[in-house]
């Protein structure tokens, strides 16, 4: 039994086992293996409240970017109806101006209208006043042919303006 090498490796085994376990080492090395676990359970529990605090932000961030988008929408909403507003008002501004000028151009016609014939009438006051003036002359002579040419004119005149 002494003779196989098997044997000298369980005593050297056993003889280690021994100064270990009389030396402590045991405890060293729970108390690195317990060191090791209390550093990864910190970094664990790290790393769980850094993942809520993004959680966190990240929801906050949602909801800002919701309120955000709801603003945005709202001031779209309010510039489409101003914008609407402003076109309705330009619109009857528009229309009363066309309308103001409308009447400004007809009335200038109707009294482009009674211009034209008032002197329409005038030349043809004018032009009847000459032909009975120029009639009468050769037709009647004397005192008498001037006082009825006197008065014809005044007549025509008077009637036709």
């Known amino acids: 039994m002494f003779a196989e090498p098997e044997t000298w490796v369980a005593i050297a085994f056993l003889i280690l086992m021994g ?6 080492v045991h405890r060293t090395v729970l108390s690195a293996l317990d060191r ?6 910190a970094e664990l529990d790290d790393a769980r409240r850094l993942k809520d605090e993004a959680t966190k932000l990240l929801a906050d961030y949602r909801a800002r970017h919701a309120s955000a988008e709801r603003e945005a ?15 309705a ?3 009857g501004k528009m229309e009363d101006f066309v309308a103001r ?30 032909a009975a003036s120029a009639i009468l002359s050769k037709s ?22």
């Open 101 to 130: 000028r409308t009447k400004t151009a007809e009335s200038k016609i109707a009294l482009a209208e009674a211009q034209a014939v008032a002197d329409v009438r005038s030349a043809a006051a004018d032009a009847a006043v000459a």
């Open 73 to 87: 929408q709202d001031i779209i909403a309010s510039a489409k109806a101003e914008a609407e507003r402003i076109a």
């Open 19 to 24: 100064v270990f376990a009389y030396v402590g």
């Open 89 to 91: 008002e330009a619109k």
């Open 140 to 161: 009647v002579k004397g005192q008498v042919a001037d006082d009825l040419l006197a008065k014809g004119v005044s007549e025509v005149r008077a009637k036709l303006n």
């Open 36 to 41: 090791r676990s209390a550093r990864i359970k």
